[in-house]
Antibody, heavy 120, light 107 residues
Framework: QVQLQESGPGLVKPSETLSLTCAVSGYSISSGYYWGWIRQPPGKGLEWIGSIYHSGSTYYNPSLKSRVTISVDTSKNQFSLKLSSVTAADTAVYYC?????????????WGQGTMVTVSS | EIVMTQSPATLSVSPGERATLSCRASQSVSSNLAWYQQKPGQPPRLLIYGASTRATGIPARFSGSGSGTEFTLTISSLQSEDFAVYYCQQYNNWPLTFGQGTKVEIK
């Protein structure tokens, strides 16, 4: 059974870099699928941040592209999100997810999410 | 960027009744449309992909239809566990985009 678990600081100061990691169990990241990040501000809807294919190709939301980096660490079977120059608008629950299938990019398996607050 | 618009924002339905949710895309997404269910404090759950294919383990009372720019999610007979927020998402083009959600509440 594939499981994903987000981890990282729950509080980040404005202008700093938000860094989160998603640990994957039950499946080897290098074997396939898209791995991505989605966020949800409190009381609001879902926003796709970006995805990385197991081959290393990355896809980012243009609204965040200049600040986002998604990478994979196959040795630890995890992938990461870095979001630079954060502001209060980046306060949200951050979810990591795996695509439903190798050729169906929609997020099909989700982590439980981690709340990140941007505040001084 | 493809804009997804869902209607209505809130749907009040009695248990056992049918619920019909709509999703419109600003340009054609072919059949590359997914539906999710989200309950408070939980991550979204994939219900439908390919506009009409149920994901693994999803009950048959959930069905999806449509193609191009107009899509519908139908819940044939609402159960108590179905009261939640529902999102559509297109995956025909990057960036992936979600609708703003429809809240299905108890009437």
């Amino acid at each position: 059974q594939v499981q994903l678990q987000e981890s990282g600081p729950g509080l980040v100061k404005p202008s700093e870099t938000l860094s989160l990691t998603c640990a994957v169990s039950g499946y080897s990241i290098s074997s396939g699928y898209y791995w991505g990040w989605i966020r949800q501000p409190p009381g609001k809807g879902l926003e796709w941040i970006g995805s990385i294919y197991h081959s290393g190709s990355t896809y980012y939301n243009p609204s965040l592209k200049s600040r986002v980096t998604i990478s994979v660490d196959t040795s630890k079977n995890q992938f990461s999100l870095k979001l630079s120059s954060v502001t209060a608008a980046d306060t949200a629950v951050y979810y990591c997810a795996r695509s439903y299938a190798d050729i169906v990019v929609v997020p099909g398996i989700w982590g439980q999410g981690t709340m990140v607050t941007v505040s001084s | 960027e493809i804009v997804m618009t869902q209607s209505p924002a809130t749907l009040s339905v009695s248990p056992g009744e049918r619920a019909t949710l709509s999703c419109r895309a600003s340009q054609s997404v072919s059949s590359n449309l997914a539906w999710y269910q989200q309950k408070p404090g939980q991550p979204p759950r994939l219900l439908i992909y390919g506009a009409s294919t149920r994901a693994t383990g999803i009950p048959a009372r959930f069905s999806g239809s449509g193609s191009g720019t107009e899509f519908t999610l139908t819940i044939s007979s609402l159960q108590s566990e179905d009261f939640a927020v529902y999102y559509c998402q297109q995956y025909n083009n990057w960036p992936l985009t979600f609708g703003q959600g429809t809240k299905v509440e108890i009437k």
